[in-house]
């Protein structure tokens, strides 16, 4: 008699339930596993990025010296303190953006992406002053508009003044020029990195480096062209120097080009 293949102890098992949820769980497993390596890998990429960008902005804004005498761009023009609007499209990345051949998304973090809410603020990256997400030394390199001022922390003078020029720079490859930045406590001045209050701890002024954007450290490119992430303790004073304390001398010589807490 022939038996029906239906019949025959050959015929293949299907899986049971309890064998797919098992099956089920392990893929889970795995993949909770993978995800965060592959976000790391990810973010990885995003830095890499962010690190190219910064050298060819810091390339342009040699270039930009070697036109202009050997002086830096105001971190915003004059004329523009007292006009939001104005100060939007005339800060110092619309000074150098032509060197960029117009390219204002070399100005963006490929880490920004969406609305993002840091330290408090609800921002989202646009191309102007406040929203650009990388941030300009301009207290030391770019202080104009503003005038001379003199500030002493530690027992050490800070004497600045307007248009800095580059040759007057003690060690280019360790002066900070432009890294990745934040909207400060009132939303506005991303593109402003102010040492006086750069300590970017809880109640301080938050003009420093931004050590969140790439897993614990930010960006910065220095003044040789060469660009490096850092985590905050590498990079910011652990207070804002406009406290006046000692504390403050910290990590001065990667923002003062005359390194006189070094001298």
């Known amino acids: 008699m022939k038996i029906h293949p239906r019949n025959s ?4 098992r299907g899986f049971t339930l309890i064998e797919l949820l098992v099956v089920i769980a392990i893929i889970a497993i795995l993949a909770g596993m993978l995800l965060p390596a592959l976000a790391t890998a990810k973010e990885k ?3 890499t990025a962010c690190m190219n960008n910064l050298r060819q902005i810091g390339i342009f804004m040699q270039f930009y010296t070697d036109e202009y005498r050997d002086t830096f761009p105001a ?10 609007n104005q100060a939007l499209t005339n800060w ?7 060197l960029a051949n117009a390219s204002s998304n070399l100005f963006r973090c490929p880490s920004i ?24 030394n301009g207290y030391f390199l770019g202080r104009h508009p503003y005038g001379p001022e003199t500030i002493n922390v530690g027992g050490v003078k800070f004497d600045v003044a307007p248009w800095f020029k580059r040759s ?3 060690n280019p490859s360790q002066n900070l020029v432009i890294g990745d930045g934040i909207p400060k406590i009132d939303g506005s001045w991303s593109s402003s990195l102010w040492w006086p209050f ?3 701890g809880k109640g301080q002024g938050l003009e420093g480096i931004d050590n969140n954007r790439h897993r614990g450290s930010g960006v910065v490119v220095f003044n040789d062209a060469h660009a490096e992430p850092r985590k905050s303790a590498q990079i910011n004073p652990p207070v804002d120097p406009s406290s006046g ?5 910290e990590n001065s010589q990667y923002w003062d080009p005359l390194n006189r807490a070094g001298r």
Not at 9 to 12: I, K, Q, V
Not at 92 to 98: A, D, K, Q, Y
Not at 113 to 136: A, I, M, S
């Open 92 to 98: 110092w990345g619309t000074s150098i953006v032509g």
């Open 168 to 170: 007057a720079i003690v």
């Open 75 to 84: 971190h915003r023009n004059l004329g523009q303190a007292d006009n939001p």
């Open 113 to 136: 992406k969406g609305k993002r809410l840091d330290t408090g603020v609800k921002w989202e990256w646009k191309f102007d002053c406040h929203k650009v997400g990388y941030g300009y």
């Open 245 to 249: 304390g000692a504390k403050g001398l």
């Open 9 to 12: 102890g050959n015929a293949p």
């Open 45 to 47: 990429g995003n830095r």
């Open 198 to 200: 750069s300590g970017m």
